[in-house]
């Protein structure tokens, strides 16, 4: 898993320990793999740098059992620690093209973006692909700029790297999403949060990744 | 500045920009310099990895002005973002032994610690000098754990590596620190708190640097 080619950005898992309830975080992980989804970012933005690279551990094993890449949100030293396949940041975060130097050709670097503007910026920094919205409103990330689903299909046919739709993505609405015919979509709680998670992945799975 | 020999810890400089109330955080830096500081700590613990990233970029390019080593808090890709000296590290940190996997041997790693026994860790995991505190009671740092001098005197009598002291030490406590006879301290608010950062640099320096 060490080439950023060829990578299924389909079912794009993003981690949130809160949507959980107190379920086990590893279990939890696996029976969203067992479900689908075909690449794990952690995203961890309260935790001490000794919790982040702890937790990082566990779910590099749990990835690597399954061959699923592993991408950790913003910090690069937790990915260089774990020999993570790469790194997804925000506009808030380190300049992509900063985390391109410092982790080389063969790892993974994802950017957030919310304008073709930004996405144009991110694939000339070197980003493997880009992630897009919020498409919906949520409450598990704060980033609040909304991405219309004309917009992230503008955005698509722009630009030559994968795009992945992220924000309030759920079984609802995965179908409009899928029909701009971007690459992949990042979800949170609608797998997390729900019951029966690898059900819940299933679903979505079918709605999406094998369009 | 690549070797992490010769390291004068004498009077280490922890940066905090909420002490400076408003006043230009490099020009800060650079009177403490002026004054006689002979490291720099760059400690900021509620930035985003933009912000802390675009400050380091600024504080890096000071240091080298003066040939000041500068040691990261915390964030080991912000210090190779920047090619910055070294790392610091907490309790609450990445350990010491994969911070040192990450920079290689020619990077400085500290490593915070409050007994002999994190003192001997540390040590063992590669540390090149390690933080001993808190002194005296602080509002700088919401670590409270309180080392007593004579904790200090015998952790350094059987530590091998440079020890510095933190936590509290200002003008009126500062030879009782350099009585123990550790190689270094770590000031914040009794530099950059002052209204004459130059001057109360040259006042520590002359009674603990210049012992
Ligand atoms: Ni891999």
Redesign the interface.
């Known amino acids: 898993m060490k080439s950023n080619r060829n990578i299924n950005y389909g079912l794009y898992l993003v981690s949130d320990r809160d949507v959980l309830d107190g379920r086990d975080f590893i279990r939890s992980l696996e029976e969203a793999i067992l479900g689908g989804v075909t690449l794990i970012q952690l995203r961890e933005k309260n935790a ?4 982040f ?1 702890s937790l990082a551990v566990k779910v590099k094993e749990l990835a690597s059992k399954y061959n699923i890449p592993l991408i950790i949100n ?5 990915a ?2 774990v020999d993570a396949d790469g790194v997804h ?1 925000g ?5 992509a093209n ?1 985390v391109r ?2 982790l080389g050709k063969d790892k993974i670097v994802g950017v957030s973006t919310a304008t073709l503007e930004e996405a144009l910026k991110a694939t000339e920094d070197g980003a493997d692909y880009i992630g897009v919205g919020a498409l919906f409103p949520t409450d598990t990330k704060t980033d609040t700029r909304i991405v219309t689903l004309d917009q992230l299909k503008n955005i698509k046919e722009n630009i030559s790297i994968p795009v992945v739709g992220i924000g309030g993505i759920n079984e609802n609405n995965i179908k409009s999403v899928s029909d701009t015919g971007i690459d992949g979509v990042a979800i949170v709680s609608a797998i997390l949060g729900k019951e029966d998670i690898r059900e819940a992945a299933v679903k979505l799975y079918n709605d999406f990744a094998r369009k």
Not at 48 to 51: D, G, L, N, P
Not at 74 to 78: A, E, F, P, W, Y
Not at 91 to 95: F, I, K, L, S, V
């Open positions: 001490t740098s000794s919790e690279y913003d910090r690069i030293d937790i260089l620690a940041v506009q808030d975060d380190m300049p900063v130097d410092i």
